[in-house]
Every structure is written in structure tokens, then in C-alpha cells.
């Protein structure tokens, strides 16, 4: 009897089991590990420029560079690309901090867009209206795995002749359009931080474009500015955001797994939609978007009682993000008007669990926790 009810009701459902996500991999990444260990190139190096290739390939670019983080990523890209004082740069109010500070950091003003109410993501029209003599570039976050509408982004880009960004640190794999996260703009940014779609076992990012003269300038950027045929010479006035070769060989095996562990996110979304109750309404998913499902984020009201009772049944949840970047007070000198769809979403929005281990039994179990009255 007692057997019976710890498997009708698991003793709580973790927001993401990053144990178990890795543990998948186990045998590989302590046979990686001791690799690299043996090999002794710890930055860069041969399993560094695997990595890359392999995941220029996989998103179908023409380049990837490893750097430090996500953060950095988006800092250089904008760097690359000549963005500094003066510029202004079209971001997503609903976006995590980095998109911004990347924006700051660089040395530009973040000039904030409301998002669209079914999505979340940025709205097109609002990019539009925000763009000025000073703009240079629109930043096109894909938060929660869903790509933004890219073919009217770059249409929109392309007209006013500013570049556009993807921020891809929560889409590896996503497509819109059948065009894949990564080959959709100038160049975008991908964070491998451990709990992102592609984890790694610390901080790591990339770079990705088709553009090799970007390419080379932003490799070198992150590498002090060196020049690429003499390591004494220094071009550019550079910085060190390079990524570890243990990360890159750990990054490799998971690479190799990425569309399963997407497609069980993906089945995870589905089993969520048949058993979810009235009232907790999943962010929606364009028709021509393929989401890979970072975070099953819902719409509901009442949140404060919805995660009492989570919490009560042991079940994991976030808020991505409850304050919205432009009402943060880092950024309060940037804020400029009301983003009434962003600020009225981050009191409605809760994300649910969600990895590629989570079971139907574990999903199951958080609808009926939400079914409660
Ligand atoms: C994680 C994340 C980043 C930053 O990546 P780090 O590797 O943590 O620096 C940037 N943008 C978005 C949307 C993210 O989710």
C-alpha cells in the first residue's frame, strides 16, 4: 500500500534535476575528462576547434568561436560589429539581464520594446516604432526555446541597414521558419551555462555567424586582440573571453544528444497541454515556429496561491523573469515609456518544471498538484 502511493504521488518534482540530466552521460564525460587531463591543453586547443565545427554545423553556419559565457557572447558581437557610445541598441523588455548588460557593457544605450501578449517575445511592430537615427542594432532574444519572427526582423533590419542579433541562449536547436537558431541574423549568441537546452559543467559560450571577417574579428577580440598569425602582435584592443577545452570535450558528447533531450522536451510540452486545467494556459508557440522548450512557461491568475500549493507538494517552479529588465534598477536611466504587455505578463507567468528527464508520471503529478482547489 505504502509502495503504491509514493508511485501514484513522487515525493516532488524538481524545477530541473541537472544530476540526472548529466548522469545520462555519465561513462562519457568522465572518459572526457581524463582525456583532457592526459592531453594537457586546458584553453583552447584541438577539442576547442572540434567543438566549434561541430557546432557551426549544427546550427548550419559558417563559424563558431567558444568564449567565456552567453554575457560575453552578446558583448562581443556587438564589439564585432562596431556598436559603442552613441548606438543605440532595440531589446525585449521580457529578457534575462545579460541581453541588457551585454548592451551596456559594450558601451550603447538598450532602447526597450514591449513583447507580443501570446508569445512573450518581441514584438515587431514595437521594434518599428523604436527605431531611430541612433539605432544600430535590434537584439532578437528566443526566450523559452522559441525563435522570434526572424523574417520580419531582418526584413525590418535590412530596410533601416542595422544589424540584427539573435540572443539563442535559450534555443539550441529551435527553428522558425525551417531556419535554425544561430543562422538567422549577423551572428548570435549561446550560452552553455549548465542548465540551458546545450549545458555545460560550468560557464561557457559561443559566437556564431556566417560572416568570417566578424568571425576573425571577434576570435581575436577575445583572445587580447592578437593577431591570428603572430600571438605578439595585438590588432585590436582586445580582452580574454576564451572557452576551456574540458568544457568544449564535455560539450561535444552533449551535442551528439541534443535532438533526443530536445525532443523529450518537446513531449514533455505535449503531455503538459493534454493534462493541464482550465486557467493555466501554456505560452503559445507560432505555427511556423519549432520551439525546443527551454522552460514550460503558463499564464495564470492568482499566482501566489498556485505556487503555495507547488511548494506544499514539493514541486519545483521559477519566474522567467518577474521583473521586467526596464523596471529593474540597474537600468532605470533606460527605462522610457510604460511596456504595458511585458509588465503585465511578468505577474502572470510561472514556469513549470522542465528537462528531457522529466517522466510523464513527474508531469502527471504537477497538473494534478494545479488541479487542486
Ligand atoms: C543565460 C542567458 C544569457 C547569458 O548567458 P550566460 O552564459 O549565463 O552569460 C543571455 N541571455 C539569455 C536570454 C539567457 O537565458
New binding site residues.
Partial sequence: MTLFVAEEAPAGVPFLDLRAVNNAHRASLDEVWRRVVADGHFVGGPSVEAFEAEFAHYCRAGHAIGVG??????ELILVGLGVGPGDEVVVPAN??V??VEAVCAAGARPRFVDVRPDTLLVDVAAVEAAVGPRTAAVVA?H?FGQMAQMDLLRELTTRHGIALIE?A??AHGAEFDGERAGSAADAA?F???PG?NLGALG???AVVTDDPDLARRIRSIADHGRSPSDRHRHDHRGRNSRMDALQAALLSVKLSDLDRANACRVAAMERYRALLPEGVEPVEVLPRARSVHHLAVMQIDDRESVTRRLDAAGVGWGVHYPVPCHRQPAFVEFAGAPLPVAEAAARRILSLPMSPCLTERQIAYVCSVLAEE
Fill in positions: 559565457n552567453g554575457t560575453d557572447a552578446l529578457t534575462f545579460a541581453t532574444v526566450l540572443d541562449a535559450q549568441a550560452s552553455f551555462y540551458k560557464d561557457a559560450g
